[in-house]
């Protein structure tokens, strides 16, 4: 579980922008955020109890056990929620919009999966929900890196015309093509 | 390759969940007629999940014992006797002697114990075997969870030695079973522990449980065959996958229907067990009852399938309740707290009879004299609700 924890920690701190916010207008976008994260947390949590019954034959006893360490991909989810509709509210909605389509698409795709290749009648369902989990995970991080259409011509002008806040992030680099 | 498709159960799952409670109609029956003691040579009582309450505030207990009672009286030495199957102290087990919770502990099993220590129950040796559940291993699969059953078997020998009373922890601590429990030339009782198999077993120890299952079977004779156990072979209760997709915003639905959920009976690990008994009972014959516990309900089940035991009952509302869904073969479901019996007639027929306590009646208040008063209405309202002729 630590590791896992790890990787979601570390995709938290790679989709929560580091820009500073304006201090007005973000709270809407945030609280939209955390019910989001939220929601997206808890896919994630059954995803992965689901994945590691499957896999790890870690059982749960209940519901009750989504509490503690399983229940951590919550508390990132609001996290990340709020940050990132605080900070940027279009890259919310980008990475909504991402994490409800590759959900669906994660859902179809995992209960296929687990129908041709599980032995038993769970396994289409254990495939359905880990896929969800994996589905709106991606999407969501797509979503959320997606580079933003920009105006061009405001470019090139700088931060202090804006009074002192950048309109969004860019980041770059460099994959070798052969 | 297997075909992509919504199995029927699923189906029935979904309809289930969305329509709330307008479940399917059960099979009309017709109540056989009260039994009478000259033509009944044996009784089998089945009770489950025992441990959620004080059972001196539980009617159900009143009219179980008030039943063991009548039977002993009417029928001759050894011809009543009593399974708990399982679950026999909520939420963790047994605690040690000198934990804060062992004397509250030691009253719910101690009152259980004394549903065989009535004058009747005491004079015709009225047995009972307890069965092990997942609560009693501390739902468990490490040390602490065995030393938990320990002390239940502890508890329940020394009852016995102090006592006198009939009473087993059957199979004992380290024996995951089958224990063979033979009544006369009629009966042979199998009893497993399946709580030790999803928590505890590892595979070589699984294998000859096994293989001692299939020699119960194949040395049974002309002998019907109870197979007992805290896990029931299947169920249209929670535990079976029938959980209301609206209840908990779905997530018991989903962890249910993924098979996440150690102690439901599409875990992995139940699975298994349950394929290799269906392969044993294939090739050994189909015991005439599977009885279990675990889901809080009552419910009847008729299989026809070669792998499958003739009937399945789930008695498992001795102390705690739970709504029951509908599943193949199902001729009987309740939420009620109650028990059943078993009556193995003189002519070679075996009937079995539901009795359960309106939900009014569940739990009585602690004060004397409502207590009383609430437990003497409990044994009045207490009735067959269902019966059938299993042979």
Known sequence: MSSRLSVLTLATLAVAPMAPAPAHAQ???????????????????????????????????????????????????????????????????????????????????????????????????????????????????????????????????????????????????????? | MRRVALGPELGVALLLAGCGSSLPPLPASTPLPEPDPDEVERVVFLIGDTGNGIPAQLPVFSALGRDIEHWAARLDTGAVTLLVLGDLIYPDGMHPHDDPEFSRDSIILGQQIELVTGPAAMAREARAYFLAGNHDYMQETDEEGRLRLSYTQTFIERARLRDGAQAWLLPGLHEPGPTVVDMGERLRLVLLDTAWWLLVGEQQEKNRMLIRLDAALATAGDRDVIVAAHHPYTSAGPHGGYVSLWKMLGIRYVLARSGAILQDLN?????????????????????????????????????????????????????????????????????????????????????????????????????????????????????????????
């Open chain 1, 27 to 178: 709270a809407v976008p945030a609280v939209i955020g955390a019910g989001v994260g939220l929601l997206g947390g808890g896919v994630a949590t059954i995803s992965l109890v689901v994945g590691r019954a499957r896999w790890e034959s870690e059982y749960i006893g209940g519901v009750e056990d989504l509490m503690g360490l399983n229940g951590a991909p919550v508390v990132i989810g609001i996290a990340t929620g709020a940050a990132i509709g605080f900070w940027d509210g279009d890259r919310l909605r980008r990475s909504v919009l991402g994490g409800v389509g590759g959900m669906a698409l994660g859902i179809g795709t995992g209960w296929v999966a687990g129908t041709i290749f599980g032995d038993r009648r769970a396994d289409n369902w254990a495939g359905a929900v880990i896929g969800a989990g994996m589905g709106l995970a991606a999407g969501a991080l797509v979503g959320a890196l997606w580079p933003l259409d920009e105006d061009p011509a405001s470019l090139g002008e700088p931060a202090a015309a804006l009074g002192g806040r950048p309109r969004g992030i860019r980041v770059g680099f460099q994959v070798p093509v052969r």
């Open chain 2, 267 to 391: 875990s992995e690990q139940y699975r298994e067990l349950r394929l290799a008994i269906e392969q044993i009972f294939e090739r050994r014959g189909r015991p005439l009852l599977f009885a279990g516990g675990h889901e809080h309900s009552l419910q009847v089940i008729r299989h026809y399938a070669p792998g499958a035991p003739r009937w399945t009952a789930v008695s498992g509302s001795g102390s705690k309740i739970s709504a029951v869904g509908r599943t193949e073969g199902m001729l009987f479901g309740s939420g009620q707290m109650g028990y059943m019996s078993v009556h193995f007639r003189r002519d070679g027929h075996v009937d079995l009879f539901a009795t359960a306590v309106p939900e009014a009646y569940n739990v009585c208040p602690p004060e004397p004299t409502t207590l009383r008063e609430c437990t003497a209405a409990g044994l009045a309202a207490a009735e067959v609700v269902y019966s059938v002729r299993l042979k």
